[in-house]
């Protein structure tokens, strides 16, 4: 009787693993159709001691990982979770996919797919990604890094839903506490007073809106290469 | 006679050689930081911009021509007092060390209008130097560098001011640091008026300034109430038209402190040198 209850747990297990990965393949599959991308795209940062105003840019993106934002001004972009979820996703051997819990995410019904890295010496601890089981792309994740802290994203989808490309992507991230002496800033008159309920905010946001996606159009490499 | 003796005030400065170390000191130095900015800027701006980057990533061009500017004009604004006040603290007793002061005195125009036309002559110094280092800091930095998005740092974080949005604030920053070297060239010129030598007035300044600076900076409470009244806490007051709300109450009072002093230190000079025995 013992042997037929682990038997039956086994199985199940497998089949949840299985599951996973058949949902993890149905997204890359969408992702396989992709060689190169680009897209405009509006950034709006809220991040703690950090004043920008949102800024324009231009996205360009090709296969395996080439990735570069364009723009006039200076932008910022979190260091992680814009184009290595999907790169990673990609490496079946690199980690094991576990089935977890469902969640309805903005009327969407999703699973949660737990990713655990099998390299234990990358920047990757644990990624879990919320994947709508209707039309298999990824409408939340939350990546846990060895030295970045755990970051949370948002995805909302547009005309590109069949590419598995969003419209918008909303990024939580961990920031650190930034105090520099005022003698270093040269900034000695300040007096601020600090707000209080911003006093020990950690947490920034980051949204990025997506519009005018041009989809395989032959990006050069060109493109990706830095001005010296 | 007023503005004859100014023009006379500007040829004596002008056929010193004291008077070109100035602009010959700021040319040097911002030459050097330029020089540095393109060699290894990339790498100096990640300092500040570091504890942000382990989670985040910039874009755009950190390093251009209006960070340099800015970089120079908070590296340099300690400095150039010490080159103003060698030629303003050499002003008075410049003439009293050489026996010339005599002769001057004895001309047909009054003591008061002596001390306002080399106050004048000192001001004229002042803002040509100020000007030279904005051309170099700000015009020279962005042709070699290119425009671009303002980093500033704060102690409490970064702002990053868009590039439109740059230039007027350099210009009334520019403004406000020629105001309170304006009170530094006034002060050494005070100081002058007491003095039978050169030496005295200039290094006078430029311990006054040491001091005042390093209470300014110390965050000692016993302090806290004659800070806001030293003249160097506002020398640094350029640097609030880069904040992300522009504290005007405080620029304005910033403004009034160094008018005052500047006030303050020409009565004590006209009413120092209108007194003066002239026995050189």
């Known amino acids: 009787m013992k042997n037929l209850v682990f038997l039956f747990l086994l199985f199940s297990m497998s089949m949840y693993a299985q599951k996973a990965e058949d949902l993890i393949s149905k997204i890359n599959s969408k992702f396989e159709t992709i060689k190169d991308y680009s897209a ?5 940062a809220d991040i703690p001691m950090l004043k920008i105003l949102p800024n324009a840019a231009v996205i360009y993106f090709k296969k395996k990982d080439k990735f570069k934002i364009e723009s006039k001004g200076i932008t910022v972009l979190p260091k992680q979770g814009f184009t290595e979820l999907n790169h990673f996703l990609t490496k079946k051997n690199d980690y094991i996919a576990v089935l977890g819990d469902s969640l309805v995410i ?13 390299n234990s010496g990358g920047e990757m601890v644990l990624a879990k990604i919320w994947i709508d089981v209707k039309d298999f792309i990824i409408m ?5 890094t060895k030295s970045n802290g755990t970051i949370l994203i948002d995805y909302s989808y547009g005309d590109q839903i069949k590419y598995g490309l969003p419209s918008e992507v909303k990024f939580e991230i961990d920031v650190k506490k930034f105090k520099i002496p005022k003698s270093v800033s040269g900034d000695i008159n300040s007096k601020k007073k600090e707000d209080p309920k911003k006093k020990n905010k950690t947490k920034g946001t980051i949204t990025i809106s997506l519009s005018n996606y041009k989809i395989n159009t032959g990006l050069k490499d060109s493109i990706f290469t830095e001005k010296k | 006679m007023l503005l004859k003796n100014t023009y006379n005030e500007l040829l004596k400065i002008v056929s010193k050689p004291r008077s070109y170390l100035g602009f010959g000191a700021l040319t040097l130095l911002i030459g050097i930081i330029l020089f540095a900015m393109k060699a290894d800027g990339k790498n100096i701006v990640s300092m500040v911009t570091a504890s942000f980057e382990q989670t985040l990533v910039f874009n755009g061009d950190i390093v251009n021509g209006n960070l340099v500017a800015f970089i120079i004009l908070q590296m340099l604004i300690v400095h150039i007092p010490l080159l103003i006040a060698l030629v303003t603290g050499d002003l008075i007793s410049g003439e009293a060390a050489m026996g010339t002061i005599r002769m001057l005195a004895s001309k047909p125009i009054t003591r008061s209008q002596i001390v306002l036309s080399k106050f004048f002559a000192g001001a004229i110094y002042t803002f040509l130097i100020t000007i030279w280092m904005g051309f170099l800091a700000l015009i020279v930095s962005q042709f070699i560098f290119g425009t671009g998005d303002l980093i500033v740092l704060n102690s409490d974080g970064l702002v990053i001011i868009p590039e ?10 520019f403004c406000v640091a020629f105001l309170s070297l304006l009170t530094v060239a006034t002060l050494s010129i005070c100081l002058s008026a007491f003095a039978e030598n050169s030496i005295g007035p200039i290094v006078s300044t430029m311990s006054i300034i040491i001091v005042f600076t390093i209470i300014g900076t110390l965050e000692v409470s016993a302090f ?26 405080q620029i304005y009072f910033s403004i009034f402190v160094l008018v005052a002093h500047i006030a303050v230190l020409l009565s004590i000079t006209l009413f120092k040198f209108n007194k003066k025995d002239i026995t050189s």
């Open chain 1, 40 to 44: 405009d795209a509006y950034i709006k």
């Open chain 1, 106 to 118: 903005r009327d969407r019904k999703t699973v949660l797919v737990n990713i655990i890295p099998n």
């Open chain 1, 140 to 144: 939340r994740s939350q990546i846990t």
């Open chain 2, 164 to 173: 439109d949005d740059v230039m007027w604030r350099f210009l009334l920053g």
């Open chain 2, 224 to 249: 806290d109430a004659i800070k806001p009244y030293l003249f160097t806490t506002h020398m640094v007051a350029w640097r609030s038209y880069f904040s992300d709300q522009i504290p005007y109450a």
